[in-house]
T-cell receptor
C-alpha cells in the first residue's frame, strides 16, 4: 500500500515555540522524503527533503529527523513565526513501475497556525 | 523561476458537462502531474505523464482522462462531471534530470460541479 500517514491534522503554536509534524510509512520502496509548504491560495512548494541514509537534515529553522528502522520521519520548525502559518505536507517518493521515473505520495497535511 | 499556469482559478460546471482543465509549464519539464486536493484527504494523484503522448494512471483515475499533445501542456478531462468531483485541482511539473521529486505546482483550479 502506497501510503503516508501524517499527524497531527492541525497544530497551534505560540510564536517562538517548536512545531513538530510527524509522518509514518509502510512501503520500504520509498526512497526520498520531501516536505512541502502551502500558503492559502497557492500551490505547495518544496521546503526541505531527506534521503533514508541520513538521520537528520537541517536548513535554517527547519529540520527533518528520519528514523529508518521505525519508518518514521518528522519536521521540526524551531522558533516558529506567524509567517510559518501554512499547511505542511510530507511526501514519499517511489520509483515508477517502468523504472525510469518516480512519483510522490503525499500525507493528508497539517494546518499549522503560529500565534503572535 | 519555473512557472506552472493553470487556465482558470475558479470554474463552475453543471453535472454531466464535459470539463477541460488546462495546465502549461514554461521550463521544458518532462514530467507533469494532476492532483486533486480535498480537506482532510491531502493531495491525491489522478494522472501523470513522463513524455508527450504518454500517460499513466495515478491513485484515483476513475472519471478522469488526460491529454498531452505537447511537452509544455497537460490537460485533465472530466468526461461527465459529477458533484463528487468538486475539488481543488493542482497541476505540477518536474524535471527528470535535475530532480524528479521536486514538483513545481500551479496555484490550482477550484472546480464546483452543481
Amino acid at each position: 500500500q502506497q501510503q503516508v500517514k501524517q499527524s497531527p491534522q492541525s497544530l497551534i503554536v505560540q510564536k517562538g515555540g517548536i512545531s513538530i509534524i510527524n509522518c509514518a510509512y509502510e512501503n520500504t520502496a520509498f526512497d526520498y522524503f520531501p516536505w512541502y509548504q502551502q500558503f492559502p491560495g497557492k500551490g505547495p512548494a518544496l521546503l526541505i527533503a531527506i534521503r533514508p541514509d541520513v538521520s537528520e537534515k537541517k536548513e535554517g529553522r527547519f529540520t527533518i529527523s528520519f528514523n529508518k528502522s521505525a519508518k518514521q520521519f518528522s519536521l521540526h520548525i524551531m522558533d516558529s513565526q506567524p509567517g510559518d502559518s501554512a499547511t505542511y505536507f510530507c511526501a514519499a517518493r517511489i520509483e515508477n513501475s517502468g523504472g525510469s521515473n518516480y512519483k510522490l505520495t503525499f500525507g493528508k497535511g497539517t494546518l499549522l497556525t503560529v500565534n503572535p | 523561476d519555473v512557472k506552472v499556469t493553470q487556465s482558470s482559478r475558479y470554474l463552475v460546471k453543471r453535472t454531466g458537462e464535459k470539463v477541460f482543465l488546462e495546465c502549461v509549464q514554461d521550463m521544458d519539464h518532462e514530467n507533469m502531474f494532476w492532483y486533486r486536493q480535498d480537506p482532510g484527504l491531502g493531495l491525491r494523484l489522478i494522472y501523470f505523464s513522463y513524455d508527450v503522448k504518454m500517460k499513466e494512471k495515478g491513485d484515483i483515475p476513475e472519471g478522469y482522462s488526460v491529454s498531452r499533445e505537447k511537452k509544455e501542456r497537460f490537460s485533465l478531462i472530466l468526461e461527465s462531471a459529477s458533484t463528487n468531483q468538486t475539488s481543488m485541482y493542482l497541476c505540477a511539473s518536474s524535471s527528470s534530470g535535475t530532480g524528479p521529486e521536486k514538483l513545481f505546482f500551479g496555484s490550482g483550479t477550484q472546480l464546483s460541479v452543481l
